[in-house]
Each structure stands twice: as C-alpha cells, then as structure tokens.
C-alpha cells in the first residue's frame, strides 16, 4: 500500500539536543512538506520541499533544519536553538503538479522535552 | 492577511442529530478548500477539496459545500464514529513553479454521543 510513514511515534529529547524526525513516502509524489501541530493552534509550515536537493523555509523554520537526498525520505531535524519543540509534527506529501494539489498526511511523531 | 477561521471551535452532538461545521476564509483569489478528518493522536486524513463556488461533496453522512466566503460541512444523522477534529485549509495564491502552500483553520471539534 503506498503511504507516508512517520517515525519514530514518540520522541524526547533532553536539553542541548538535536533530534531527527523521520519521513517517508511510497506516492511517487514530488513535494514534502513539514508541519508543526500545537494545541488550540492550525497547523503550521515549518519546511518544504518541492524536488529533491531543493527545499524552502516555511512561516516557523527557526530552530529546525531538512534535507532532500532522496525524493522519498524528507527528515527533520530540531536543533537545539529550537527553545520550545514540544508538539506533534506532521509530514505531508503532494505530487508537485501544477493545479490545486492535495496534501496527504502521516501519522505524526509527538516530540516531548525531558 | 490570510486567514481561515472555523466555527464553533467545539460541538456535542446527540447520535442522529444533524448539524453543520463551519469554515470561513480571507485568502485572496479563491482557488479552493480543503476538509480533513483528524482523530486524537493522528495525522489528518483527506477527506474533500472543493474547486470552486457552488461545488458539493458528499461522503457518508458528509457533505461538503463551497461559497466564495465560507465552506460547510453537513453532518447528517451522526454516529458516535463520526466524533474527531475536522480541519479546513485554505490554499494561497501558487507561483508558476511554486509548492502548493495552505493556510489552516484551528478545527472544530465534533463529539457524537450515543
């Protein structure tokens, strides 16, 4: 079944610490994208990508970084200048045509702080 | 600014008790809205786009529809299954070449007792 994959499920982090979220998709889709969830908040943009080796800062990218190797995998890592991480963050991907695209989401990983 | 603003924030429902959710949007040059399903702990799941004014969807006991201010979403005869996040999305304007860009509402929440 194609499909994005998310892991892991849940992540901690300690103070000083960068941690990598990971992201994976068999849609054959050409666009990822990375959102940060917190509560009573809509879901916003940290990062995107529209093809691999190319990616563009979202409305919230401070304190995060991504890479585009593959076209499948889009990781995000939380650095440590990142003062508040904990949230539920949500890989998207999209087929990157022109048009009004829908995006498809993961299953998210729940970022906490020890 | 763009923005997306759903209503009620939350909603209780007796099981068969029709009702609608609301989204309403500022973002220029209406291209389109999105509706997902989310439910605790997981991503949102797709459930319509609408393309233009006028447009309807129907799923289930869903239904969808678009002006060129505001999106409903029908519920008609609820079951306690249908309880969840729904969440609107509103596309921004798209450069030639550019990703698809979206703009959340903060979601309603619907829960459907027995």
């Known amino acids: 079944d194609g499909g994005i994959t998310q892991s892991p499920k849940y992540l901690f982090r300690k103070e000083g610490q960068n941690v990598t979220l990971s992201c994976e998709q068999n849609l054959n889709h050409d666009a990822m994208y990375w959102y940060r969830q917190d509560p009573g908040q809509g879901l916003r943009l940290i990062y995107y990508s529209q093809i691999v080796n190319d990616f563009q800062k979202g409305d919230i990218a401070e304190g995060y970084s991504v890479s585009r190797e593959k076209k499948e995998s889009f990781p995000l890592t939380v650095t440590s200048a990142q003062k508040n991480p904990t949230a539920f963050y949500l890989c998207?991907?999209?087929?990157?045509?022109?048009?009004?695209?829908?995006?498809?989401f993961g299953p998210g990983t729940r970022l906490l702080v020890l | 600014e763009d923005q997306v603003t759903q209503s009620p924030e939350a909603l209780r429902l007796q099981e068969g008790e029709s009702s609608s959710l609301n989204c309403s949007y500022t973002?220029?040059?209406?291209?389109?809205l999105f509706w997902y399903r989310q439910d605790p702990g997981k991503g949102p799941e797709f459930l319509f786009t609408?393309?233009?004014a006028g447009e309807e969807k129907e799923k289930e006991r869903l239904k969808a529809t678009l002006t060129k201010k505001e999106s409903f979403l029908h519920i008609t005869a609820p079951k306690p299954e249908d309880s969840a996040t729904y969440l609107c999305?509103?596309?921004?304007?798209?450069?030639?070449?550019?990703?698809?860009?979206?703009?959340f509402g903060k979601g309603t929440k619907l829960t459907v007792n027995p």
């Open positions: 999305a509103s596309p921004l304007p798209r450069t030639q070449g550019g990703s698809e860009k979206l703009v």
């Open positions: 609408l393309y233009s």
């Open positions: 973002v220029s040059g209406l291209r389109g």
């Open positions: 998207a991907s999209s087929t990157g045509r022109q048009g009004l695209e829908t995006q498809y």
